[in-house]
Each structure stands twice: as structure tokens, then as C-alpha cells.
């Protein structure tokens, strides 16, 4: 399944023919690559392409979800009769209110033609390249290097039409020389943004010179680097910055609401158009993307 109007084509013709009240289909596929490296040496190379359809329907407030891996359009008839049957047995869920209605999206580019310079020979070659510098300076390295290309589509009945192509491509590495570890990773859309030995330069520069020093248990105020606070934040994200783990009160939000909880100087949100991130331009109900600040 390729192309806008391939995608497009298919969950209209589900949404059409659906008997519920309200029905949604997403289509997600995917195209990626994995390189791992471990001790100076690639020990794992994996692909996969896959395709996954996530239908979603509403009888009045009973609400049920099947998904398949299997795009044949008599597998997706299937999967969609499925899930109108499992709904009529669901518990009506009082909460819900209706699925989104169509909202204008950001046009922003999130693929790079570029991706598909990045075979396994060349990761291959550019991760033995950088090992083989390393090694040198006495330095042992492992990671990962991933790369990928996904299509988005979402359509509802209410008359949300969603599609957008991705491309990606993460580097993630560790160097060690027996004494102390350095660390640094990439992220971007287009590999040519990506510069591996200055990336190498950077996680060989934050390995310690000195001996490692003994410290005694106790509180000590730190300087946290943006690695580190970009995995609190990812935390945070996954954990509590949504509605959902608020309405189901595992979020540390709850009945915090207007209390003062990190100190003045600190903003943070979640702002899927923003160009120094890369860039989402809707969800996975086909809802435009926004700046929702948690923090101000």
C-alpha cells in the first residue's frame, strides 16, 4: 500500500460501507531498517515492512477496536464486521462524546527522498568507517542506527481525510575506553543533516579525562545535559502528558491544577509544528496538531 490516494481509497470505501454510527480507519505502514553495533563490531542488521489497520466503531456510546495486519479489502470487510459485532457487546462508555471532525492540517514536508540512499551496505560502511577511527584513538563503540519510511492515513465518517508520508532516521552511541563512557545521538528526516564523525567527536568528548571520583550518598544540585532532560521529558510524556492518564488518575497532574510545581524560569509543551523538532502535522484520530503548554 503506496501513495496518498491508495490509502485514502481504502479506508473511504470502509468508512462508506460501515453500518455503525461512527466509524474510523487508520492505516499505518511502515518500511524500516536496524543496524546494531556492539564492542566495535555490527552484530545485528534487521528490516521490516509491515502494514497495520486500526479500525474503530461506535454504536451509540459502546465503542470497539480491532486491528489486522492483513490489507486485503475482504480481510478489512472482515475486520470491520468484527468490530460492529464486538460493539454491541461493549459496556456503553459515558465519557465519550463523538470522534473528531474534520479541521484544517498544517502542510509541512516530513519525507526526504533521500532515505532511500541508506542501504545496509552503506550503513554498514559508514558504521565500520566510524569504528575503525575510533578504535584508533582506543575506543570501543556500540549503538544503533535505524532508518525508515511510514505512511499515515486517517479517515472517519465525520469526514476527516488524513495522509502524510515520513521519513526518519535515528544514531544513537556509546564510546568507552575502559576508564569512562561518552555518549551522543541524532535524530532527523533527511540523512543528509547527518554528520557521523562529529558525532563521534562528541561522545568521545564527554568521556572523562580523569580517574572517576567516589561520591557519598546525599542530595547534590547537578547540571542536567539536554540528552538527559530530553529523557525526563520523554518520560513525562509517555507517563502523564496526556488526558487519558488524567482521566484515569495515574497522572501526577491530578489534583494539581493550578499549583506551582517546577520553578519560575521553567515552560514546557508539546508542539508538533515546531521546526526544531520533526515536525507531525495531525494525530491519530486526523486532529490537527497544536501548542499545548503544560508549563508556563
Do not use: W
Request: aromatic letters at 8%; glycine letters at 8%.
Amino acid at each position: 500500500m503506496e501513495g496518498r490516494e491508495a490509502c485514502l481509497r481504502l479506508l473511504k470505501g470502509l468508512v462508506q460501507g460501515s453500518s455503525a454510527d461512527q466509524t474510523e480507519a487508520l492505516l499505518l505502514t511502515e518500511n524500516s531498517s536496524l543496524t546494531r553495533f556492539a564492542r566495535s563490531s555490527i552484530h545485528q542488521h534487521v528490516t521490516e515492512k509491515n502494514g497495520t489497520l486500526i479500525l474503530r466503531v461506535v454504536l451509540g456510546k459502546r465503542i470497539a477496536v480491532v486491528t489486522t495486519n492483513i490489507l486485503s479489502l475482504s480481510s478489512a470487510k472482515a475486520s470491520l464486521a468484527r468490530a460492529i459485532s464486538l460493539a454491541r457487546v461493549q459496556r456503553p462508555n459515558e465519557a465519550f462524546v463523538s470522534l473528531p471532525g474534520p479541521n484544517p492540517i498544517a502542510s509541512v514536508i516530513t519525507f526526504s527522498e533521500n532515505i532511500s540512499r541508506l542501504t545496509p551496505a552503506r550503513k554498514a560502511k559508514a558504521i565500520k568507517d566510524l569504528l575503525s577511527l575510533l578504535k584508533e584513538k582506543g575506543f570501543h563503540a556500540s549503538g544503533v542506527f535505524s532508518n525508515g519510511e511510514v505512511e499515515l492515513a486517517v479517515v472517519n465518517s465525520l469526514g476527516v481525510e488524513a495522509y502524510q508520508k515520513y521519513s526518519d532516521l535515528f544514531f544513537h552511541l556509546i564510546v568507552e575506553n575502559g576508564a569512562g563512557t561518552g555518549y551522543a545521538s541524532f535524530v532527523a528526516r533527511d540523512p543528509e543533516q547527518f554528520d557521523i564523525h562529529s558525532l563521534a567527536q562528541e561522545a568521545v568528548h564527554r568521556v572523562s579525562k580523569g580517574e572517576p571520583v567516589s561520591v557519598e550518598p546525599g542530595e547534590y544540585e547537578v547540571i542536567l545535559e539536554p540528552y538527559a532532560v530530553s529523557e525526563f521529558l520523554s518520560f513525562l510524556g509517555y507517563l502523564s502528558f496526556n488526558a487519558l492518564a488524567i482521566q484515569e488518575e495515574r497522572s501526577f497532574f491530578c489534583n494539581q491544577f493550578g499549583k506551582k510545581l517546577v520553578g519560575e524560569t521553567v515552560t514546557i509543551y508539546d508542539d508538533g509544528l515546531d521546526p526544531h523538532g520533526l515536525q507531525v502535522p495531525f494525530d491519530f484520530e486526523g486532529l490537527p496538531k497544536q501548542r499545548v503548554i503544560f508549563f508556563e
